[in-house]
């Protein structure tokens, strides 16, 4: 059965902090929808209304095009040991790029990660709960060590440059902001 509720409470925020894996959804208004799997601890409850997550360079920036086009973001939570349980964060994103005046304000709530590059808060509107009696049982192994070595092989020019190769429009052709001035 699934409960609807307008803030995070206790048990939530405990449930988030034993998760090791979550997922983002976001969609322009016209395009493809894009769901994203994150790790590596890369993610903040601040508050009840507000979660972030230092965004790790991939071979896309789908959220923050999104984001840009109309605010909407979800993000989401399953158990795969334990009690079955999903829990859904509903509400607009906001992006803060390390040129951005609020970056040190946002960034001191992380531990450093590799290919740091953008935050992206949600302000929470709804949050959902939902059974997970469909979800399967896996273990938790540890974290990839691929994106770190990628990362230093690259250095921080060899990052840039594959943002501006790869990640300054979205499958779409939206722009996701991640270079501009």
């Given at each position: 059965?699934?409960?609807i ?22 969609a322009a ?5 894009n769901?994203?799997?994150?790790g590596m601890?890369?993610l ?18 789908e959220t923050?095009?999104?984001i ?30 390390p ?18 590059r ?15 009696y469909?979800?399967?049982l ?5 974290e990839?060590?691929t ?8 250095g921080e ?8 190769e ?10 996701t902001?991640i270079?501009?001035?």
């Amino acid at each position: 059965m699934a409960r609807i509720y307008s803030e995070l409470n206790d048990s939530h925020l405990a449930f988030i902090q034993d998760q090791h894996l979550f997922f983002t959804a976001s969609a322009a208004c016209e395009g493809r929808v894009n769901v994203s799997p994150k790790g590596m601890d890369s993610l903040r409850v601040l508050d009840a209304q507000t979660v972030a997550y230092l965004d790790l360079t991939g071979s896309g920036n789908e959220t923050a095009a999104h984001i840009r086009d109309n605010g909407r973001l979800t993000i989401m939570f399953c158990s795969f040991v334990g009690n079955p349980l999903i829990l859904r964060l509903y509400g607009q994103g906001e992006v803060v790029h390390p040129r951005d005046a609020a970056w040190p304000d946002w960034r001191r709530h992380f531990e450093d990660l590799p290919a740091e590059r953008q935050i992206i808060v949600l302000h929470i509107e709804t949050v959902q709960t939902s059974c997970g009696y469909g979800v399967p049982l896996f273990e938790y192994q540890g974290e990839r060590e691929t994106l770190p070595r990628w990362a230093e092989k690259k250095g921080e020019q060899g990052i840039r440059d594959y943002w501006r190769e790869k990640n300054q429009l979205s499958i779409d052709g939206l722009p996701t902001g991640i270079l501009e001035n």
